[in-house]
């Protein structure tokens, strides 16, 4: 384990729906390397996926394909706020 310092949420978009199946979340965050986080599903049980990127760019072209693939509502962006719980790779 190590210390991966504190992170940054830059940027962050929800699909709009609140059902535990089909809520879907998005964030961009910054910390020694740019880390995109997506999660499936609600707060307590949604599966939690990330990548990390060394530049933003990259990372943005992750988010944007994020965004692109088909699921359920209408994304919106968000305040920042912190990643989802099981975000952390420690």
Do not use: C, H
């Not at 949420?9 to 059902?19: E, L, Y």
């Not at 961009?28 to 599966?47: F, Y």
């Amino acid at each position: 384990m190590y210390d991966r310092g504190v992170q940054e949420v830059v940027r962050r978009w929800w699909n709009g729906i609140w059902g535990r199946l089909t809520r879907r979340d998005v964030w961009l965050v910054r910390e020694t390397r740019w880390t995109v986080i997506a999660r499936a599903g609600d707060t307590e049980t949604g599966k939690v996926l990330r990548w990390e990127f060394d530049t933003e760019p990259d990372a943005v072209q992750m988010v944007d394909r994020l965004l692109r693939a088909d699921s359920a509502g209408q994304w919106r962006a968000k305040d920042g706020g912190t990643p989802p719980p099981g975000a952390s790779a420690d």
